[in-house]
């Protein structure tokens, strides 16, 4: 069984930044890709951004430039670097990690709420 347990979210100002992380744990943690999501209200989830175990990784095209993922695959985590945070990336931020063998699995996180507002 695999858990994928954030932290880090909070309340910041517009223009402020924030740092998610997301810690996995369980046994055969040999993720295809590790990444982020977000579900603001009323809206459904989107791409974040998303990292392999090599190579670069993708962005939402409203992220780009100013958020930045990375890995530590030595430790099964994944971050992601908040800058210059607008109001409409308030939403609730998902991990998200998967699983490809013969098959795919897909985990989820239980999501950390990310609030900017002045």
């Known amino acids: 069984q695999v858990q994928l347990v954030e932290s880090g979210g909070g309340l910041v100002q517009p223009g402020g930044s924030l740092r998610l992380s997301c810690a996995a744990s369980?046994?055969?943690?040999?993720?295809?890709?590790m990444g982020w999501f977000r579900q603001a209200p009323g809206k459904e989830r989107e791409l974040v951004a998303i990292?392999?175990?090599?190579?670069?990784?993708t962005y939402a095209d409203s992220v780009k430039g100013r958020f930045t993922i990375s890995r530590d695959n030595a430790r099964n985590m994944v971050f992601l670097q908040m800058d210059s945070l607008k109001p409409e990336d308030t939403a609730v931020y998902y991990c998200?990690?998967?699983?490809?063998?013969?098959?795919?699995?897909?985990?989820w996180g239980q999501g950390t709420q990310v609030t900017v507002s002045s």
């Open positions: 990292r392999g175990t090599v190579g670069s990784a």
């Open positions: 369980g046994n055969n943690l040999a993720f295809s890709t």
């Open positions: 998200n990690a998967v699983i490809r063998t013969y098959t795919t699995f897909t985990y």
